[in-house]
């Protein structure tokens, strides 16, 4: 059985950081890309990062490239997502993602966390 566990989210000042981490268990991060989305309230779903399997190559959301990086340690099995200047837009419950994909502008993945929430407010 895959479970995507998410941390690390919060309430953060503009222009602050964070850290979000993700376990994975039943799901090899040697295997299957792993990546993040996001949605906010009234909002569609959005592909945040994806880093592949194999080369650790990764894919970005327009609005967050440059800021948020993605990375993965695979022996701990658990992928992060570090965020930097962060925007009051960025506030959205944030979702694990596991066998994430990109292709031109859609993004999809099979197995999901249950979020966490990232706030960014003074």
């Known amino acids: 059985q895959v479970q995507l566990v998410e941390s690390g989210g919060g309430l953060v000042q503009p222009g602050g950081s964070l850290r979000l981490s993700c376990a994975a268990s039943g799901f090899s991060l040697d295997d299957y890309a792993i990546g993040w989305f996001r949605q906010a309230p009234g909002k569609e779903r959005e592909g945040v990062a994806c880093?592949?399997?194999?080369?650790?190559?990764?894919y970005y959301g327009d609005s967050v490239k440059g800021r948020f990086t993605i990375s993965r340690d695979k022996a701990k099995n658990t992928a992060y997502l570090q965020m930097n200047s962060l925007k009051p837009e960025d506030t959205a419950v944030y979702y694990c993602?596991?066998?994430?994909?990109?292709?031109?502008?859609?993004?999809?993945?099979?197995?999901w966390g249950h979020g966490t929430q990232v706030t960014v407010s003074s």
């Open positions: 993602v596991g066998d994430c994909y990109y292709s031109g502008s859609y993004w999809g993945g099979d197995y």
């Open positions: 880093i592949s399997s194999s080369d650790g190559s990764s």
